[in-house]
């Protein structure tokens, strides 16, 4: 693939319409997989960072799953995954005392997408640098993190999300460069049961992201 004109066509398109579009950067025209539609802060209410928010000027080199280990609502609509970006932003802040959401994204059991910690859909339509994450130990400067709402501990997730854990690793592993088989599960890393039975399926998740790419 021609990274650097990929690169080009990218900037190119920060330059021209990223202003007027808010965040909406074009996809390259080289890019394979179709740009997914993520949630800014800004449209969901976050809260502004209660602390500076490390840029790191490199590339991710993983994408690193999690569920949330909060209940697994049927209410699937946008403004209830709206509601769980809010309540997952106030429980790290506030709980945790970080200066914003720990993850870089979140899926809901609806199937939408959120940006997580504030700069990272910025970071990630520009495709070469990230935001420090916190939401795996050892990983936060490598790593970007999404979240999928529910506790996948004894049940399987509904298909909406899954569907959109793919579309969502598919666009991240193009943006980033990211090879699929670097897709992992928290417990790869930390001493932890996240993300659950979601884990028993990386391979398959592997094997769809690299359907896309
Ligand atoms: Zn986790």
């Not at 990929?6 to 021209?16: E, F, T």
């Amino acid at each position: 693939m021609a990274r650097l004109s990929r690169r080009g066509v990218l900037r190119g398109a920060v330059l021209l319409g990223g202003a007027a579009a808010g965040l909406a950067a074009s996809s390259p025209a080289s890019a394979s997989v179709e740009q997914v539609s993520i949630a800014s802060c800004g449209a969901w209410g976050a809260r502004p960072p209660s602390g500076a928010l490390t840029i790191d000027q490199h590339r991710p080199n993983k994408i690193i799953v999690h569920h949330t280990a909060l209940a697994n609502s049927t209410d699937y609509s946008q403004a209830h995954a709206f509601q769980n970006s809010r309540d997952i932003q106030d429980l790290h802040m506030d709980g945790n005392g970080w200066v914003d959401s720990g993850q870089h994204f979140t899926n809901s059991r609806g199937g939408w997408l959120t940006e997580g910690r504030n700069g990272s859909l910025y970071a990630l339509l520009h495709g070469q640098t990230m935001v420090q994450g916190a939401h795996c130990v050892g990983q936060n400067d490598q790593a970007i993190g999404i979240e999928n709402e529910g506790t996948y501990l004894t049940e399987q997730p509904p298909a909406a999300l899954w569907n959109s854990l793919v579309a969502f690793c598919a666009f991240t592993c193009q943006q980033y460069a990211i090879p699929p088989t670097e897709i992992y599960g928290h417990k790869d890393f930390n001493n932890t049961q996240c993300p659950g039975l979601l884990h028993d399926r990386l391979p398959e998740l592997r094997t769809a992201v690299a359907g896309r790419l």
